[in-house]
């Protein structure tokens, strides 16, 4: 079983928003950090942001910082990614991510969903 599920993907238009959310099952979710990467065919899996456990801690890329806002609700064992002012370069599958502690680094996160599309047209 999959411990994390994204979902909210979709096809929007450049402006556009959209809220991803990566629902976590069989692990402790509060006792996680949780991270959300892209993917591009042709590229590394690149990083977008990332929250501590208690959500007092956040960290994004330079290529999102003030359009995406990353969350959490521990009671609902839920982490979101609210993506506003969408452009066509954020086309990719979006992975969330569990790790011990919040970092850039991919290979610190432990768990991995299965990713969600999403695609922004000109």
């Known amino acids: 079983q999959v411990p994390l599920v994204e979902s909210g993907g979709g096809l929007v238009q450049a402006g556009d928003s959209l809220r991803l959310s990566c629902a976590a099952s069989?692990?402790?979710?509060?006792?996680?950090?949780m991270g959300w990467f892209r993917h591009t065919p042709g590229k590394e899996r690149e990083f977008i942001a990332t929250i501590n456990w208690s959500g007092g801690s956040t960290d994004y890329a330079d290529s999102v910082k003030g359009r995406f806002t990353i969350s959490r609700d521990n009671a609902k064992n839920t982490v979101y990614l609210e993506m506003n002012s969408l452009k066509p370069e954020d086309t990719a599958v979006y992975y969330c991510?569990?790790?011990?502690?919040?970092?850039?680094?991919?290979?610190?996160?432990?768990?991995w969903g299965q990713g969600t599309q999403v695609i922004v047209s000109s």
């Open positions: 991510a569990a790790g011990n502690l919040p970092s850039r680094r991919k290979d610190w996160y432990n768990y």
């Open positions: 069989g692990l402790t979710f509060s006792a996680y950090s």
